[in-house]
């Protein structure tokens, strides 16, 4: 390929970017994507095998999802007066966000979250601002304010848990930035299932606040379904750019049908927040291992300097993947993060790790 055709056709920040990359999980026990490790009950499995024989796929799905929208609503319990905007993951509705947004707009967000909020923004051309969180991974108030008042952002991002970190930010705090805030204020909720935390009652006293939640992490990451709940005025303008029939008919029937069947989900998530109690406990006994604590399906700990790859190994080569977040550098450096899987695979994720740190 002609390497001049590639830097005369694309924008300097797309050649200077690198691709998301997902791991090769096939063999392995996968602890690395908050995913639920749970699937449905076999029963419920034959009930929706069933409802997808009704699936029409010689017809374009609901344009507006409005069976799906409305269950959607009851079960995160967002008030009638709001409107929610569906999307093909929450990553789709960090892009229509994005996109909505004038030339050389400013994005912010604490430093480190989410990695997409800055991939999307940078694919985009937009100017991308991020505050480093401080040594404990909660918010720099005082540094977020500033940022907010040098570079006026169009958008911020508040993951909430944060991903990687796992912990709930501040109240106050958050709520002082969306008072300091003049354009939009995002709070991602992706793991609100595990937190029993959320700023969707706080969608009445503050008109700039959108709430962005995906099905992913409650256990339906096959699906690709986030949404975006806010005042209908900002939600009818993210809605015009929204390509037409993005949630397809089998996503629309099978999140439906999944979220009638809520309780199921609400059992898991119990689960998988008592082993993320024992899990917490047994990584804290390991004494060479900063554990941080966490409101989310996942656990960040620190291993000592330099130790972290090497334990990303071991754990590989023992069929056990995780999340290595050494390389990121920062705050993050000797940082790895493990997602909360079924009991059994817990356990021999944590046998290893004491193995590995009794040698």
Not at 50 to 72: F, S
Not at 194 to 199: E, G, L, N, P, T
Not at 280 to 287: D, G
Request: proline share 5%; aromatic share 8%; charged share 20%.
């Amino acid at each position: 390929m002609n390497n001049s055709l590639i830097s005369r056709i694309f924008r300097r920040q797309i050649l200077e970017m690198s691709a998301y990359k997902v791991a090769n999980a096939t063999n392995f026990i996968k602890l690395d994507a908050m995913e639920n490790p749970y699937n449905l009950p076999d029963e419920i499995i034959e009930q929706w095998l069933e409802v997808l024989k009704t699936c029409e796929l010689n017809r374009y799905p609901d344009p507006v999802a409005n069976e799906l929208n409305t269950i959607i609503k009851q079960v995160n319990k967002i008030p009638d007066i709001f409107k929610v905007l569906l999307g093909n993951g929450s990553d789709e509705i960090i892009q229509l966000l994005l996109m909505a947004l004038p030339e050389n707009s400013n994005v912010l967000a604490p430093e480190p979250s989410f990695v997409m909020y800055k991939q999307i923004s940078l694919s985009l051309g937009l100017n991308y601002h991020s505050v480093p969180l401080k040594s404990d991974f909660s918010l720099d108030l005082a540094a977020m304010l500033i940022a907010i008042e040098k570079y006026q952002p169009e958008v911020i991002f508040l993951a909430y848990p944060n991903n990687p970190t796992g912990n709930l930010f501040n109240t106050e705090a958050i709520k002082k930035i969306m008072l300091a805030a003049t354009g939009l204020v995002i709070i991602d909720e992706a793991y609100a299932p595990f937190a029993q935390a959320s700023f969707i009652e706080s969608l009445k006293d503050y008109e700039n606040l959108l709430v962005m939640r995906t099905l992913s992490k409650l256990g339906l990451a096959g699906l690709r379904l986030g949404f975006i709940a806010g005042h209908p005025a900002i939600i009818a303008e993210l809605d015009k750019i929204r390509l037409p029939y993005n949630i397809n008919v089998l996503t629309q029937k099978t999140a439906y049908f999944a979220l009638s069947h809520y309780a199921i989900f609400e059992q898991q998530t119990q689960k998988i927040c008592q082993q993320r109690t024992l899990v917490l406990t047994a990584l804290k006994a390991i004494k060479e291992l900063r554990v941080y604590p966490s409101s989310a399906n996942f656990i960040l700990f620190k291993t000592p300097d330099s130790l972290a790859n090497n334990t990303f190994t071991v754990l590989k080569d023992r069929g056990i993947l995780i999340k290595n977040l050494s390389p990121q550098g920062g705050l993050l450096t000797d940082c790895l993060r493990v997602t909360i899987g079924k009991p059994q695979e817990n356990q021999l994720f944590l046998n290893t790790l004491a193995e590995f740190f009794q040698q």
